[in-house]
T-cell receptor, first 111, second 116 residues
Framework: KQEVTQIPAALSVPEGENLVLNCSFTDSAIYNLQWFRQDPGKGLTSLLLIQSSQREQTSGRLNASLDKSSGRSTLYIAASQPGDSATYLC??????????FGQGTTLQVKP | DAGVTQSPTHLIKTRGQQVTLRCSPKSGHDTVSWYQQALGQGPQFIFQ???????QRGNFPDRFSGHQFPNYSSELNVNALLLGDSALYLC???????????????FGEGSRLTVL
C-alpha cells in the first residue's frame, strides 16, 4: 500500500531564502509524481509533474527532483517571496491515475 | 479555456440528509476523479469515472456514489450524511492520450460541505 509523507509539516522562512520541501513514498512503482500548491480554502494548482522515467522538472523558480530508488522527491524553491506562502502537496500516481497525497507542508515566507 | 468547474462552492446540510455535488471537467478531458479533503489533511481518493463507469474506488462506504454523463461531467452523491463528512470535496480531470493513459490531473476549486 502506497504511503506518502511530507516533512516538515510547517516551515517559516525570510523572504529571499532558498528552500527545499521533502516528500517520501513507500512504493517505488509509481507512474508519476506531482507537486501541487493550495491556498487557504482553495483548490489545488498543479506546479510540476515528473514522469517515472524522469529525474527532475523545472518551472521558473521551482525545481522538482525524483529518486525512485530511495522513494524521495524534493521541491526546491529559489529566492522565496511572500506570494509563495501556501500549502504544498506532493502526490504519487499509480498507472491508473489514482493519486496518493502527503499531508502537505505549509510554507510561510515573511517579508 | 475553462478549467475544472465545481458547484456549489459552499453548502450546509444536517445529519441524515443527502447531497449532490457537480463537476465539469477541463475541455478535452474525459476522466473525472473525486477526492475528499478534511481540514489540515491531504486529499483522499474517493473514486474515478471513465466512459461513464466507475473504474476504481478508494476506501469509502457505499453512501458515496457517483455518476458520469456522456459530456464527461460528473456528480458525487453522499447519502445519510454524518458529521465526519464535513470536508472540501475536490474534482479532478485528466485526459487519456497516447502512451500516458492518465496524464496530469487538474483540480477544481472544490465544494465545501459542512454537516451540522
Amino acid at each position: 500500500k502506497q504511503e506518502v509523507t511530507q516533512i516538515p509539516a510547517a516551515l517559516s522562512v525570510p523572504e529571499g531564502e532558498n528552500l527545499v520541501l521533502n516528500c517520501s513514498f513507500t512504493d517505488s512503482a509509481i507512474y508519476n509524481l506531482q507537486w501541487f500548491r493550495q491556498d487557504p480554502g482553495k483548490g489545488l494548482t498543479s506546479l510540476l509533474l515528473i514522469q517515472s522515467s524522469q529525474r527532475e522538472q523545472t518551472s521558473g523558480r521551482l525545481n522538482a527532483s525524483l529518486d525512485k530508488s530511495s522513494g524521495r522527491s524534493t521541491l526546491y524553491i529559489a529566492a522565496s517571496q511572500p506570494g509563495d506562502s501556501a500549502t504544498y502537496l506532493c502526490a504519487a500516481s499509480s498507472n491508473t491515475g489514482k493519486l496518493i497525497f502527503g499531508q502537505g507542508t505549509t510554507l510561510q515566507v515573511k517579508p | 479555456d475553462a478549467g475544472v468547474t465545481q458547484s456549489p462552492t459552499h453548502l450546509i446540510k444536517t445529519r441524515g440528509q443527502q447531497v449532490t455535488l457537480r463537476c465539469s471537467p477541463k475541455s478535452g478531458h474525459d476522466t473525472v476523479s473525486w477526492y475528499q479533503q478534511a481540514l489540515g489533511q491531504g486529499p483522499q481518493f474517493i473514486f474515478q469515472y471513465y466512459e461513464e463507469e466507475e473504474r476504481q474506488r478508494g476506501n469509502f462506504p457505499d453512501r458515496f456514489s457517483g455518476h458520469q454523463f456522456p459530456n464527461y461531467s460528473s456528480e458525487l452523491n453522499v447519502n445519510a450524511l454524518l458529521l465526519g463528512d464535513s470536508a472540501l470535496y475536490l474534482c479532478a480531470s485528466s485526459p487519456t492520450s497516447g502512451r500516458a493513459l492518465f496524464g496530469e490531473l487538474f483540480f477544481g476549486e472544490g465544494s465545501r460541505l459542512t454537516v451540522l
